[in-house]
């Protein structure tokens, strides 16, 4: 029997019983709305107005994108804080813990303070039955009222217009790259998808785009909305110099950068998004270009083509690719680096992705499958993804397993010095696969 959400007796009900925690509430919250996602800001906004959040009181850099958003906020976050500017940032899903969505000078909030924030949004919403994300989004802000950073960095959890963040109006909003996703809810197209992403700018306010190849449609936007645009490779332009690079807009320009500290051959267009829309802010938080220089060669994060050493000569590669576009980059990438004599590819998907697309570029470079269940809500299982596989025009022998534990232990136990394993696919994927391959990974770094 399906209990209704108005009978749902939340943490913040059960005082008696004793403090409630964080995981007590996150297993509530999945089952206070009906659905996943329902997108629209009306049920946000009034909430967040109940509670005297808005009009935000800090500095709101908000960051859209297809690919791209957990990297650019990496980098506007470390550059801030390197300035000594007190730095809040808002990022999901999470990897490892949910502790990891919320964070103020790079700490993680902690369990005491969420679900304090929650039992505020609890109290404030009265009958109104808000999605996961959305409670999230809320305490995310509540906690950033308290602490009164100087500047947030928001991410926008999917789309932009009707995204539970853009309740906040942005002082710049940042759209990285544009590609195919989440169609059921963004459209089928580019040109769709761009107008959805352009909904975070903001009349007479500046907004940034780091795709090389910006829909026209976003351009369009951004123009009916009055907000003023700057598109890489007209508004601001980069240039690869090997080691370093060179950044310039308009009379400004900056040379001899280091390469973000990041990998992948993308993270040039990222950071150069990143650098404009701290170029746009100067005249209020000034920025030195030490600092720049200092916070792009010292940025991490997590689980975006990170490389470790699991043994004697065997490399790992996790990247949280799970659409067209951001496989293509990882492919790519993995070209730069030295060829393996062998790469195993550990797959890991959610039922509603592109797996042909992405199955399609992983092909390339992949030697031998491990094709894993995803055990979440709407995780695609090995049976689906072999289905996908053998639509492969090059088809590398494929391995399939029960839960994604079971095929990183099977890719490293058939590992030789010499070799990689790739592993790829979803949040859930790389977070699963971090937790067994990197001793400290619970830690909220």
């Known amino acids: 029997m399906t209990t209704s959400p108005d009978t749902l007796e939340s943490p913040a009900d059960r005082s008696a019983a004793g403090p409630r925690s964080l995981a007590d509430w996150l297993a509530w919250q999945e089952a206070l709305h009906p659905k996943d996602i329902e997108l629209g800001l009306e049920r946000c906004r009034a909430v967040a107005e109940r509670m005297g959040l808005l009009p935000v009181r800090y500095t709101a850099l908000l960051v859209a994108g297809t690919n791209g958003k957990g990297s650019t906020v990496a980098m506007l976050d470390g550059i801030y804080r390197r300035a000594g500017y007190r730095v809040a940032a808002y990022t999901s899903p999470h990897l490892l813990r949910y502790n990891e969505r919320i964070r103020v000078d790079g700490e993680c909030a902690d369990d005491a303070h969420i679900c304090a924030a929650f039992g505020r949004v609890e109290q404030a919403r009265q009958d109104t039955p808000l999605t996961f994300f959305e409670f999230g989004t809320l305490a995310a802000l509540a906690i950033f009222e308290a602490a009164q950073p100087d500047i947030a960095v ?118 150069s998004g990143v650098l404009k829309a701290v170029d746009l802010l100067q005249h209020q938080h000034p920025v030195s270009v030490a600092a720049m220089a200092e916070a792009l060669c010292t940025v991490v994060l997590r689980g975006r083509f990170q490389r470790v050493e ?33 790469t195993q590819v550990l797959l ?26 995803v055990q979440a809500a709407k995780g695609a299982s090995a049976a689906e993804l072999e289905a996908t596989w053998q639509q492969l025009a090059r088809r590398a022998p494929a391995d399939c397993h029960a839960s994604v534990d079971a095929a990183y232990r099977a890719a490293l136990a058939a590992a030789q010095p010499g070799e990689r394993i790739v592993a790829v696919g979803s949040f859930i994927t790389v977070g699963e696969v971090l937790r067994l391959a990197v001793p400290d990974a619970a830690d909220c770094a």
């Open 348 to 373: 890991g998907m959610l039922s509603t992705k592109d797996r042909l697309s992405a199955m399609t570029a992983l092909a390339e470079i992949a030697d031998h499958w491990h094709l894993a269940t």
């Open 154 to 271: 928001l991410e926008v959890g999917m789309g932009g217009r009707l995204d539970a963040v853009n309740i906040v109006d942005a002082d710049v909003a940042l759209i990285a790259t544009l590609d195919i996703d989440h169609v059921e809810f963004l459209g089928r197209t580019r040109a769709a998808i761009a107008r959805e992403k352009a909904g975070i700018m903001r009349a007479g306010r500046p907004a940034v785009c780091s795709d090389p190849d910006a829909p026209s449609s976003l351009i369009e936007r951004a123009n009916s909305l009055g907000a003023e645009l700057s598109l890489l490779g007209q508004g601001f332009h980069f240039a690869d110099k090997g080691e370093h690079w060179t950044w310039w807009s308009g009379t400004t320009i900056l040379e001899s950068l280091p390469r973000p500290a990041l990998a992948g051959e993308y993270q040039l267009r990222n950071a």
């Open 310 to 342: 699991v043994a004697a000569g065997i490399e790992l590669v996790i990247d949280v690719a799970h659409n067209a576009q951001a496989v293509d980059a990882l492919v790519a990438s993995l070209r730069t680096l030295p060829p393996a004599s062998r």
